[in-house]
């Protein structure tokens, strides 16, 4: 029976990074960056910052406790508004990234690169 359970949720996990990694991706290519980065740790967040708008010297700043968390949270709005989304959305990104990012990628959002 416990390992019925470590199957399910096993299967359950699996199909939630399945989703974020194919949300990043598809938010990636429609912001005309390559899908694959979203898939490389590190590189990924400086193209997020890059199709963000943010400067690329944040990436330091991902690297400090706590202020990743603000710093993540800013990226994220900044992110929901270059696909034309309220701020609110932008936090839904950041704290719920997981529901967000696949909404954002498979929605019928366009990235903004001039906002």
Request: glycine residues 10%; hydrophobic residues 65%; charged residues 10%.
């Amino acid at each position: 029976m416990r390992v019925l359970i470590a199957l399910l949720f096993f299967a359950f996990e699996l199909a939630l990074i399945v989703a974020i990694i194919a949300g990043f991706w598809k938010v990636f290519v429609k912001a005309g960056k390559p899908g694959w980065a979203a898939i490389i740790p590190i590189y990924n967040a400086i193209v997020l910052l890059e199709i963000a708008g943010k400067p690329l010297w944040w990436i330091i700043l991902f690297f400090i406790p706590i202020v990743n968390i603000i710093v993540g949270i800013i990226a994220c709005i900044a992110l929901a508004k270059k696909f034309g989304k309220s701020d609110a959305f932008g936090v839904g990104l950041a704290l719920l990234g997981f529901i967000f990012f696949p909404i954002l990628g498979f929605g019928d959002a366009q990235y903004q690169a001039s906002k």
